[in-house]
């Protein structure tokens, strides 16, 4: 009797390079922007992209109008595209580290205050230590920063918060002070303190959802006894520090703010810093990172820098 041969089991193979577009497809949900990333041209994005679904032999990516996004087994290729480079740039660094050569990109993410008030001077201190190793940072809202560092974007971020992520380590770094900021002739700015209840009643201008700044002040409102921000009579959220200020001093509202983000404005004058009796306006900055991915020598050499910079780089 003949024997009908087996049908041949199609080899799934790829390349890093491949896993490297694909990966920046599947986050940046784009072709062109993935191919900006790259340093390629669209047409050769996909070009690479179903050269590696062929190479797969499987739909990785589906088009949904103008967004890309991942099939279910893109999002399985994906899950292991990220390990796998991640441990070709440890590889890399390690020996670069082993051969004493401090070279190499750094990406991570800061939260509004941290990333426009602080940062800025300690990556600064940073390379100069260090010239061959530059600092790619991304500033956004604490909950932002957070998703990219456990997607893998970020080496680490520094935000406004501890994060109640399992997955993500928080370590304290320095103290903050939220400060009751008015416009210089608004009817408190000669007073040194106002009332829980006089704070309720007056228009106040708030930070966006996922803040790291409207988090704490959730928190010190509720421990305070209130319901959190829905307490005051919120007129307007705006996306950063720098546009609360500017509301500020327009006389849109008062807000509630930290105390870095107001050293100019302090000393010329424009605004003044009040305190709210009975409330406490203190928070802490936290490095964050992802516990299920190996820290690279640059990321563990600029967090040691961090961890063990002089007492005027400390904000509090």
């Given at each position: 009797?003949?024997?009908?041969?087996?049908?041949?089991?199609?080899?799934?193979?790829?390349?890093?390079?491949?896993?490297?577009?694909?990966?920046?497809?599947?986050?940046?949900?784009?072709?062109?922007?993935?191919?900006?990333?790259?340093?390629?041209?669209?047409?050769?994005?996909?070009?690479?992209?179903?050269?590696?679904?062929?190479?797969?032999?499987?739909?990785?990516?589906?088009?949904?109008?103008?967004?890309?996004?991942?099939t279910r087994a893109g999002e399985l290729l994906y899950k292991h595209a990220l390990k796998l480079l991640d441990l070709k740039r440890a590889a890399v660094l390690e020996i670069q580290d082993f051969l004493g050569m401090k070279q190499g990109e750094i990406r991570m993410g800061g939260s509004t205050i941290p990333g426009e008030y602080i940062l800025p001077?300690?990556?600064?201190?940073?390379?100069?230590?260090?010239?061959?190793?530059?600092?790619?940072?991304?500033?956004a809202d604490s909950e932002e920063?957070?998703?990219?560092?456990?997607?893998?974007?970020?080496?680490l971020g520094i935000i406004g918060r501890k994060s109640d992520n399992t997955k993500l380590r928080s370590e304290e770094l320095w103290e903050d002070q939220l400060t009751l900021v008015v416009p210089a002739?608004?009817?408190?700015?000669?007073?040194?303190e106002v009332s829980i209840q006089e704070l309720a009643e007056?228009?106040?201008?708030?930070?966006?959802?996922?803040?790291?700044?409207?988090r704490s002040l959730e928190d010190h409102l509720q421990a305070a006894g209130l319901k959190g921000i829905d307490a005051l009579r919120v007129?307007?959220?705006?996306?950063?520090?720098?546009?609360?200020?500017?509301?500020?001093?327009?006389?849109?509202?008062?807000?509630?703010i930290s105390t870095i983000a107001l050293e100019t404005e302090l000393k010329v004058g424009i605004v003044k810093?009040?305190?709210?009796?009975?409330?406490?306006?203190?928070?802490?900055?936290?490095?964050?990172?992802?516990?299920?991915?190996?820290?690279?020598?640059l990321c563990r050499a600029f967090i040691d820098f961090l961890l063990s910079a002089p007492r005027e780089e400390n904000p509090s």
């Amino acid at each position: 009797m003949r024997k009908t041969p087996l049908s041949r089991i199609p080899q799934i193979d790829f390349d890093l390079r491949q896993l490297e577009i694909f990966r920046r497809v599947v986050e940046l949900g784009s072709f062109s922007k993935a191919g900006e990333a790259v340093f390629l041209a669209q047409a050769s994005v996909s070009e690479r992209i179903a050269t590696l679904e062929n190479m797969v032999g499987v739909r990785l990516l589906d088009r949904l109008g103008r967004r890309v996004v991942p099939t279910r087994a893109g999002e399985l290729l994906y899950k292991h595209a990220l390990k796998l480079l991640d441990l070709k740039r440890a590889a890399v660094l390690e020996i670069q580290d082993f051969l004493g050569m401090k070279q190499g990109e750094i990406r991570m993410g800061g939260s509004t205050i941290p990333g426009e008030y602080i940062l800025p001077k300690v990556i600064g201190r940073f390379v100069q230590k260090y010239p061959l190793i530059s600092i790619t940072l991304t500033v956004a809202d604490s909950e932002e920063i957070e998703n990219r560092v456990l997607s893998g974007e970020f080496e680490l971020g520094i935000i406004g918060r501890k994060s109640d992520n399992t997955k993500l380590r928080s370590e304290e770094l320095w103290e903050d002070q939220l400060t009751l900021v008015v416009p210089a002739k608004h009817r408190w700015a000669g007073r040194k303190e106002v009332s829980i209840q006089e704070l309720a009643e007056e228009a106040f201008i708030s930070r966006e959802l996922g803040s790291g700044t409207l988090r704490s002040l959730e928190d010190h409102l509720q421990a305070a006894g209130l319901k959190g921000i829905d307490a005051l009579r919120v007129v307007a959220r705006l996306g950063t520090s720098t546009a609360v200020k500017e509301g500020v001093k327009a006389g849109v509202g008062v807000s509630i703010i930290s105390t870095i983000a107001l050293e100019t404005e302090l000393k010329v004058g424009i605004v003044k810093a009040l305190k709210v009796k009975d409330l406490r306006m203190t928070r802490n900055f936290y490095l964050i990172r992802d516990k299920r991915r190996s820290l690279s020598p640059l990321c563990r050499a600029f967090i040691d820098f961090l961890l063990s910079a002089p007492r005027e780089e400390n904000p509090s």
